[in-house]
T-cell receptor, first 116, second 114 residues
Framework: DAGVIQSPRHEVTEMGQEVTLRCKPISGHDYLFWYRQTMMRGLELLIYFNNNVPIDDSGMPEDRFSAKMPNASFSTLKIQPSEPRDSAVYFC??????????????FGPGTRLTVL | AQSVTQLDSQVPVFEEAPVELRCNYSSSVSVYLFWYVQYPNQGLQLLLKYLSGSTLVKGINGFEAEFNKSQTSFHLRKPSVHISDTAEYFCAVSYSGGSYIPTFGRGTSLIVHP
């Protein structure tokens, strides 16, 4: 398996523009997570899905952020409009159900977002 | 709510020296504990995890960790580090009676000097 795939790897955009980050989880995994990593706040869980259904989006910072998972092999995280404080590395991770709480999360390489 | 504390934000060490990265978690009846490593410009990957059984867990790249229930700790150790171990290390905990979603610590930056 190719692992978790994220695109783009780098994104530079101007304030006010819409940004869409993409993720393809590992085939067969039924959990998908979106994280944001910054020096100031560390690794933050934004939202996670189980079987394509959003379970907890309490980490989404504000209404400018939205995430979708239209099918088991694809998810997007959208920021509209983007702001400089959204600059961060965004990670997607996936895992399989197994025994609850015991599963390893597999992370993608991340998307480094810079908002000017 | 579950929480994880990594006591050191940065640990500098010389090559071939031993190292310990500390992790404490908030107490609960049954926990699962993880250490992940993040090399520069990469995503996190699993080093090792404790689910049950022996409290000493061995992982990849010569790392090991010991689960100490009485001290609610899960410290990571390596007897002799290499330059290539320079990375960010994250401790994570999940609870069998909770949402099953792990909580990550803030991370510890291990810097190995030649």
């Amino acid at each position: 398996d190719a692992g978790v795939i994220q695109s783009p790897r780098h994104e530079v955009t101007e304030m006010g523009q819409e940004v869409t980050l993409r993720c393809k989880p590992i085939s067969g995994h039924d959990y998908l997570f979106w994280y944001r990593q910054t020096m100031m706040r560390g690794l933050e869980l934004l939202i996670y899905f189980n079987n394509n259904v959003p379970i907890d989006d309490s980490g989404m910072p504000e209404d400018r952020f939205s995430a979708k998972m239209p099918n088991a092999s694809f998810s997007t995280l959208k920021i509209q409009p983007s702001e400089p404080r959204d600059s961060a590395v965004y990670f997607c991770a996936s895992s399989s159900t197994g025994r609850g709480g015991t599963d390893t999360q597999y992370f993608g390489p991340g998307t480094r977002l810079t908002v000017l | 709510a579950q929480s994880v504390t990594q006591l050191d934000s940065q640990v500098p060490v010389f090559e071939e020296a031993p190292v310990e990265l500390r992790c404490n978690y908030s107490s609960s009846v049954s926990v699962y504990l993880f250490w992940y490593v993040q090399y520069p410009n990469q995503g996190l990957q699993l080093l090792l995890k404790y689910l049950s059984g022996s409290t000493l867990v061995k992982g990849i790249n010569g790392f090991e960790a010991e689960f100490n229930k009485s001290q609610t700790s899960f410290h990571l150790r390596k007897p002799s580090v290499h330059i290539s171990d320079t990375a960010e290390y994250f401790c994570a905990v999940s609870y069998s009676g909770g949402s099953y979603i792990p909580t990550f610590g803030r991370g510890t930056s291990l810097i190995v000097h030649p």
